[in-house]
């Protein structure tokens, strides 16, 4: 049998089948480059689609954390005719996220927490509605509303930071003299401070109740 490929006629088969074989080989080894250089193409587009999304979303955040930063530090202006009506000073604070975001693009977790900050803004500013406020102390409104926008504005710089550092971005430039993460952490001992205070009066309070009177004994 071998000896029929060394024939004129075996010759020319011979060369039609390794011309086949190449063929296909070439074939397979450009589909091969294709597919890869494919998935590269995707990989870098995905990737730059995440770095593009993280970048609107850490302009919203910071953005966010100046308005939680001014509420953090905001007290009431009262009315001199009524001490029951008040008004703050800043705006509340608005969340405003990217519209039509994919978040499926970030990492995971960074996705995770991103899109539970909306729901625990919405939860402060419903905790807040809730609160009946009267005088002397307005069940503790301007603290719960200071020490709850101090932890956001913690909470939306963590998720800053973390978008950076996962993506390369440039953090925000801030002033020198403006530092909100000092500025936060300072409220919220502050008004931890506050709180174990208070719970010390009422403790107080309750263990040496005040002596009945005479009459009252009788």
Known sequence: MWEWFTTREGNIALGAVLGAGGTIIAQAASGVVGTAKELW????????????LALRTILSLDEFVGQCYGAAFDSPEFDPRDNTKFQFRNAAPNLVMPEDADWRLLEPKLMEDVMWLPSHFHNVKDGLNALDCYPPDFNNLFEHRA???????????????????EYGIQKPERPDYYDPEEGFQRKINEIAAFWKQRQGMHERMFANPLPLPEAVKQ
């Open 41 to 52: 193409l995707l990989r870098t587009k995905r990737r730059w689609d995440a770095r593009h």
């Open 147 to 165: 020490e709850d926008y101090a932890k956001l504005g913690m909470r939306s710089l963590d998720l800053i930071d973390r978008l950076c550092r």
